[in-house]
């Protein structure tokens, strides 16, 4: 089906475009009133992942209210270790918690190589239902975590400042390290390659822990991982977004991508010349500007512009919009970009 709206993949690719496309990480989510309706109609978040029909229809809502050039399609990283054997829950107010977590070489055995079409079918269906309800209006973004923060909370058991359990595993078990992270990986490349089958316009690969590595860990442990799912996947762009890992800029030039995602932290014009002209990039305004009033946020949403003007660029937050903004911000911001020439 052609997109009326193919701006977010043009830019992607490095094409011209007429005005710079935009969307919101977590736009789907709780800045609406519409989603939290939906989501007290059932029993929690893991529900409403696994219900096709709802978690299709509050991919669509940031469409409709906030006008996005993009859908993400709803669900969650952390599919990726319940589909391998790995079950987890959604505590209120604290995040994802793992009953069960991987501590040892026999705890890997409980475990299979996700095959993403079956294992995850809920996500397959809701993908299918939402292309159909979007009709070519704008692209829907695909999305996966990355291998190192998959393990990271396989290991840990539920979100941490620190991961140090997780990063402990790194120097004292390195060899099944390496075996869990081929496994997650391999798991990713066939969820991945399914979401694409079911018609994902672009894909996203998220490693939301990627600063809390050692740069020697990171090119070991993160890296190649992300390395070969990008290899692995063709048909469609990709986004890989490294929270907090300024340091491996010039290694993320490198990797078979269309764009590298900045967080906040990062500097444009530093990152722009690491990185190197041949990536789009994704970002990165601050979310908390959003807590401003509406002429702050306008004027933010513009300086942020002038740093990424003429050169390739997806505008977005430097990470998830917050839970507590104020919708009407987020269209101001929204707005602003449409806006600027």
Known sequence: MQLKNDLLIRAAKGESVERTPVWLMRQAGRILPEYRAVRESVSGFIELAQTPELAAEVTIQPVDLLGVDAAIIFSDILVIPEAMGLPYEMVEKRGPFFPETIQSASDLKKLRVANGTDDLRYVIDAISITK???????????FAGAPWTIFAYMIEGSGSKTFSKARAMLYRE??????????????TINYLKAQI??????VQVFDSWAGILPPDHYKEFSLPYITQICDAIHEVPKTVFAKGAFFVREEMGQLNCETIGLDWNIGIAESRKMIGPDKTLQGNLDPAALYGSPKQV????????DQFKGCRHIANLGHGVYPDIDPEMVKIFIQTVKNYR
């Open 174 to 187: 390195a060899i099944l390290s390496h075996k869990l992270l081929q496994m997650i990986t391999d798991s």
């Open 298 to 305: 306008e004027d933010a949403t513009n300086a942020m512009m």
């Open 132 to 142: 159909k309800a979007l009709n070519g209006r704008v692209p829907l973004i695909g």
């Open 197 to 202: 089958d079911a018609g994902v316009n672009l």
